[in-house]
């Protein structure tokens, strides 16, 4: 079964064949850059000119950088307000001809990396961080995702955190790496305590730049860059859109899959 993985993020929709079994793109993926504003309609389009560039799809799995629950994106914050209450699943199915899964950016990006990258064999508790418009966070037990954890909205001195210590706010503020870096380290001491974690994997574009802000850290818990970069996202929404394919299970993250076929015999 060929699975075409799409990542919505704050600047492009990015999208490719992946296969899931090794964790890796089968082509060069294609990118478009996201419509602005980023309202449902515009970027149903944008995800549809993205799919189109390949062929012999079966299935689809697209990240959101927002919550999702059963299909319905419920949060919007770095997208258009229509976001919010849009049945996304049934949206992408109707457009693009195809089943479709739809789920949290950070939730697939850490989910390729539990499977495929820095969090492969590691029990416990695991969180993935994704430092990029936003802060986006994914909590893994024993490997099993707890989705739709919003933890980049955690409170840090009366500020949502993702405005304090987000990369785009290290970019929009240009902010040094030795300013930056103390924010982070706030956030990521503040998370600690809370939740006690086992390992950090840090992702998002700046990831790839890790040893300007890494050394700069002080923190208990063990830190490690993304390994897939700017494929994870791809690469977690295609496992999820297969495993929804193999029906409910317990690594099945709550998005549903909307069968465009059944749907068009609905009417
Ligand atoms: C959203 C999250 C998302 C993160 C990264 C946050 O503002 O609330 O759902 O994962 O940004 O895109």
């Known amino acids: 079964m060929t699975i075409l993985g799409i990542d919505i993020g704050g600047s492009g929709v990015k999208g490719a064949p992946v296969d899931t079994v090794r964790g890796e793109l089968l082509e060069e993926r294609f990118r478009v850059p996201t419509p602005q504003p980023a309202d449902v309609d515009s970027v149903v389009e944008a995800v549809a000119e993205v799919a189109g560039k390949f062929h012999g799809i079966e299935r689809v799995g697209i990240t959101f950088p927002g919550v999702v629950v059963d299909g319905v994106t419920r949060s919007a914050a770095n997208v258009d ?84 210590a987000s990369d785009r706010v290290r970019e929009a503020d240009e902010l040094s790496w030795e300013q930056w870096a103390p924010r982070v380290e706030r956030y990521l001491r503040h998370v600690e305590m809370l939740l006690s974690p086992r390992l950090f994997i840090i992702g998002g574009g700046v990831s790839k730049k890790s040893e300007k802000f890494f050394p700069l850290l002080d923190i208990r818990t063990p830190i490690v860059a993304a390994t897939l970069l700017n ?34 015999e609905r009417g």
């Open 231 to 264: 494929n994870a996202g791809i690469i977690g929404a295609a496992v999820s859109a297969e495993q929804a394919a193999a029906g409910p299970g317990p690594q099945d993250p709550g998005a549903i899959e909307v069968d465009a076929a059944a749907q068009a």
């Open 81 to 164: 307000k229509s976001w919010v209450d849009a049945p996304a699943a049934k949206l992408f199915a109707e457009r693009l001809g195809l089943p479709a899964t739809v789920l949290n950016d950070a939730d697939a990006a850490g989910a390729a990396e539990v499977a495929f990258g820095a969090g492969r064999d590691q029990s416990g508790l695991i969180m993935m961080v994704t430092l990029g418009t936003g802060i986006g966070t994914a909590l893994f037990l024993d490997g099993v995702l707890i989705p739709n954890t919003e933890l980049g909205h955690l409170e840090i001195d009366g500020r949502d955190a993702e405005l304090l």
